[in-house]
C-alpha cells in the first residue's frame, strides 16, 4: 500500500478511534472516507445479537449544498450485505460491482432509481465474524474503480475493527443493562417474597402484593379473578382499584369463554392486550374495559400444583405500559403469589374449619346440660295431629313456622324434626331472638370479622355458618328486628351472606325451622314484621295447641314430669292424688306444658313421701283477676287514660315492649308509654 493510502488510513483511525456508538461512527466515517473517495451516500449497520433489535443502522446522504443529513436505510440493505460474504464476494472480489452486473441485487435497483452510478456493497467482518456492513453510493460512474479492490478490502477489515469495539461497547451495556434489571427484578421478588412470608390471610397478602407492585409498575388497578368448577366461570375475588368508576368491583361474577381472562388461563402463560384487541372481544367485555378507562391489560395466570386456580389482572389506562421485561416479572411473580394464595385459602379454610369447630364445641357444652329427651308426651287427637305433620315434612327440606303459645314446646317440635331429618347426623344450632340484646343479633347471627366494631379482637363465626349442612331454628323469630330482615331474607333465598365488616361472600347449606308465639300475619299488616320474609317462612305452618285444648294429656304429662324429678331428687314418689290431678286438669294452664312442668318440680320438691303434694290453693288463687273499669264514674282524661293503661298491661301480663306488649296495644312508643306510666304513678311489675 503506497504512503497516501496509509496516510488517509491513519487520518481515518484518529476520527474513529473517538467514537462509541453507532451514531457517531457513522458521521465519522462519511467525514473520512469523503476525503479519498466521491461519496454521495453512506449506510451502515451493526449487529449485537444480545440487544433488542439485534442490528441498528444509520444513513446519510450529502446535499447539494454541501450538507449532511440522516435518510432511512435502503430496504433490503442488511439481508443483501450478509449474501455478500457468499456468491456476491467470490464474483466480486472486492465488492464492487459495475451496472451490468448490479441488477442481480434487489438493492441495487433501487440505489439506481435514486440517481447513483456507482456504488460498493462491504461486508465488515472481524475474526471469521459479520460485525455488519457498509454500503457506499456516488452519482459518479465508476467512483469506487480507482480506489481497487485491494484498498477496499484493507479499507472493510480496517472500519470493521472499531466496529467491533462499538459493537462490543454495546453488549457491554447491554449486559449491564440486563444485569441492573435482573438486580432489580430480584429486589422486586425478594420483596414480595417477604411480603408472602408476613402474611397469612388472602386478603392482606393481595393488599401487600398489590402495594409492592405499584411501587415499581405504573398499573392503575389490579385484581385476583379465582376460576370456578370447568373454568366456565368466574369472580372477582379481590380488587385495588383506587380511581375505578364502579365497574369492576370485588365479588362480581362473570362468565369466563371468550374472555381475555379464559385466554391466559387455557394457554397458562401472561398475555398482553391492546385496547383494539380487547374491544375485539365479545360484549359486554369491550364496554367494562371502556368504561373504566382501561386501554392495556397484563394477564397472568395463577397456577399451583399443576391448575390453574385463577389470574392476576393488571389494567393501565396508558398504551404500552406492560413491555417485555415487565410481563417477564409478572410471570416471575405470578408464579410465586399463586403457590402462597394456595397457602394462604388453605390456611383461611383451615382455620374456619377450626375456628366452627371451636364455636360448635363451646355450642354443644351449652346444649349438653340441658335435657333433651324430646318430651313429646300425649295422645289426644290435636297433638297427634302435631305429630303427624312433624313425621311428614321432617324428611324434606322445607322451611318450617311452628306457631304456637308460650310454653307449647316449639323448641321439641323443632328438635324433633331435626331428628327425624336426612341432617340429624349434623349440627342443631339455635338462636333466641327475643333473648339478644338488638345490636348483638345480626353479629350473633352472621358472625363479624376483626376489628368490625369497637371490641372485636378477633373473627367470630356465625350461628348461619355452624347451621352448615345441618338445622338453624330461630326462636321468637316475631322479635327479629326489622333492620335485620332484608339481610336474613337474602341469606335464605340466595344461601349467601356476609359476615359484619366483611365483603368476602360466603355459601351456607342449612334448614330453617322458626317459632313464634305472635300473629305474624297480624304483623305484617301492622308493617312491624316483612311481607316477603313470613312469606318465605311461612312454607309448612305448624300450629301447636295450648294445653287446654289438649286436656287429655295432662295426666300423662303429669306422670311423666313427677317420675322424672322424683328420679333426679331420689323421691320416692308414687302415687297423685285424685284431688290433685282434679285441681290440674281444671287450671287453664297460661303457660302451658312449661308451667305444667314448673308446678309438677315444685311438687315434687314439697313432697317428702309417696304421695305428690300438689299446691292446689295456689292455683286456684294466683291468677289475677282484672278489676271491671266503669267508665261512668271516670271524670277526667288521666283517669281515662290510666284506666286503659291499666287495661293493657293486664292483658300484657305487665310486659311493655314487643309486639304483644301493652305500648303496641296502645298504638304508642315503649319510651311514650313508659313516661305516662311513670306520671301515673303505675308500677308494671303489679301485673
Not at 181 to 196: G, K, S
Not at 249 to 256: D, M
Not at 597 to 607: A, D, G
Amino acid at each position: 500500500m503506497d504512503l497516501p493510502r496509509l496516510a488517509q488510513l491513519l487520518d481515518t483511525s484518529s476520527l474513529l478511534g473517538a467514537c462509541g456508538s453507532l451514531d457517531a461512527l457513522g458521521p465519522a466515517l462519511f467525514k473520512a472516507l469523503g476525503r479519498t473517495l466521491p461519496v454521495q451516500r453512506l449506510a451502515l449497520w451493526l449487529e449485537v445479537p444480545e440487544a433488542d433489535p439485534p442490528v441498528s443502522q444509520w444513513a446519510a446522504q450529502l446535499g447539494a449544498d454541501g450538507m449532511l443529513s440522516e435518510v432511512g436505510a435502503l430496504p433490503g440493505f442488511v439481508e443483501d450485505t450478509r449474501r455478500c460474504q457468499g456468491e456476491l464476494w467470490d464474483m466480486e472480489q472486492a465488492g464492487a460491482m459495475a451496472p451490468s452486473e448490479a441488477d442481480r441485487e434487489p438493492l441495487l435497483p433501487r440505489l439506481r432509481a435514486r440517481g447513483f452510478n456507482a456504488w460498493v456493497l462491504l461486508p465488515l467482518r472481524s475474526q471469521d465474524r459479520l460485525v455488519g456492513g457498509l454500503a457506499l453510493a456516488s452519482t459518479t460512474p465508476g467512483a469506487f474503480r480507482e480506489a481497487g479492490p485491494d484498498y477496499l478490502v484493507y479499507l472493510a477489515r480496517f472500519i470493521a475493527s472499531f466496529a467491533l469495539r462499538i459493537v462490543r461497547v454495546a453488549q457491554l451495556d447491554h449486559l449491564n443493562a440486563r444485569l441492573a434489571q435482573e438486580r432489580d427484578q430480584q429486589r422486586i421478588l425478594l420483596e414480595i417474597t417477604n411480603e408472602l412470608m408476613a402474611h397469612r390471610d388472602p386478603r392482606d397478602l393481595f393488599q401487600a402484593i398489590s402495594t409492592s407492585l405499584r411501587g415499581h409498575l405504573h398499573h392503575d388497578a389490579v385484581t385476583l379473578v379465582l376460576a370456578g368448577t370447568g373454568l366456565k366461570e368466574a369472580r372477582v375475588h379481590f380488587s385495588d382499584f383506587p380511581t375505578g368508576r364502579g365497574i369492576i368491583q370485588e365479588n362480581q361474577a362473570f362468565s369466563l369463554p371468550e374472555g381475555p381472562t379464559h385466554r391466559a388461563m387455557t394457554l397458562r402463560r401472561t398475555l398482553v392486550f391492546s385496547q383494539a384487541e380487547l374491544d375485539a372481544f365479545p360484549d359486554p367485555i369491550p364496554a367494562v374495559f371502556r368504561g373504566e378507562g382501561i386501554v392495556s391489560l397484563c394477564i397472568a395466570p395463577l397456577i399451583s400444583l399443576n391448575r390453574v386456580m385463577g389470574t392476576l389482572n393488571f389494567g393501565s389506562r396508558q398504551a404500552h405500559t406492560f413491555t417485555p421485561d415487565t410481563v417477564t416479572l409478572l410471570s416471575r411473580v405470578s408464579a410465586q403469589v399463586a403457590i402462597a394464595l394456595d397457602n394462604a385459602f388453605a390456611y383461611q379454610e383451615i382455620q374456619a374449619l377450626k375456628d366452627k369447630l371451636a364455636e360448635e364445641k363451646l355450642y354443644l357444652q351449652e346444649e349438653i346440660g340441658k335435657d333433651f329427651g324430646l318430651e313429646m308426651v300425649g295422645s289426644s287427637p290435636a297433638f297427634q295431629r302435631v305429630l303427624r305433620q312433624v313425621e311428614t315434612v321432617a324428611s324434606s327440606d322445607a322451611t318450617v313456622l311452628i306457631l304456637g303459645e308460650t310454653g307449647t314446646g316449639k323448641e321439641l317440635v323443632a328438635r324433633a324434626i331435626h331428628q327425624l331429618s336426612l341432617r340429624k347426623a349434623r349440627s342443631f344450632v339455635q338462636i333466641n331472638c327475643a333473648s339478644i340484646p338488638m345490636g348483638l343479633v345480626e353479629s350473633e347471627l352472621f358472625g363479624y370479622e376483626k376489628g368490625a366494631f369497637t371490641g372485636a379482637i378477633s373473627p367470630k363465626t356465625g350461628r348461619l355458618e355452624l347451621a352448615h349442612e345441618g338445622t338453624l331454628f330461630l326462636d321468637e323469630i316475631g322479635d327479629m328486628p326489622l333492620e335485620l330482615q332484608p339481610k336474613l331474607l337474602r341469606a335464605l333465598q340466595e344461601r349467601e351472606f356476609e359476615r359484619l365488616g366483611s365483603t368476602r361472600t360466603r355459601q351456607v347449606d342449612l334448614r330453617l325451622i322458626t317459632a313464634t308465639n305472635c300473629d305474624l300475619a297480624a304483623m305484617v299488616e301492622a308493617r312491624t314484621f316483612r311481607a316477603d320474609l313470613f312469606y318465605r317462612l311461612n312454607v309448612f305452618p305448624i300450629h301447636l295447641p295450648p294445653l287446654r285444648e289438649r286436656r287429655d294429656d295432662i295426666p300423662a304429662l303429669t306422670r311423666y314430669f313427677t317420675q322424672k324429678f322424683a328420679q333426679k331428687m331420689h323421691r320416692p314418689i308414687e302415687v297423685i292424688p285424685t284431688r290433685a290431678m282434679e285441681a290440674l286438669l281444671a287450671w287453664d294452664w297460661p303457660g302451658n306444658i312449661r308451667e305444667l312442668e314448673n308446678v309438677i318440680e315444685r311438687s315434687v320438691i314439697l313432697s317428702p313421701g309417696r304421695e305428690l303434694k300438689v299446691p292446689v290453693s295456689e292455683l286456684q288463687g294466683r291468677e289475677p283477676r282484672a278489676e271491671p273499669v266503669d267508665t261512668g264514674r271516670l271524670t277526667t282524661l288521666e283517669e281515662a287514660e290510666r284506666a286503659h293503661i291499666l287495661k293493657a298491661l293486664r292483658e300484657s301480663r305487665g310486659r311493655i315492649g314487643g309486639p304483644e306488649g301493652a305500648a303496641a296495644r296502645l298504638g304508642m312508643k315503649r319510651t311514650t308509654l313508659q313516661s305516662r306510666m311513670l306520671k301515673a304513678g303505675i308500677d308494671p311489675k303489679a301485673y
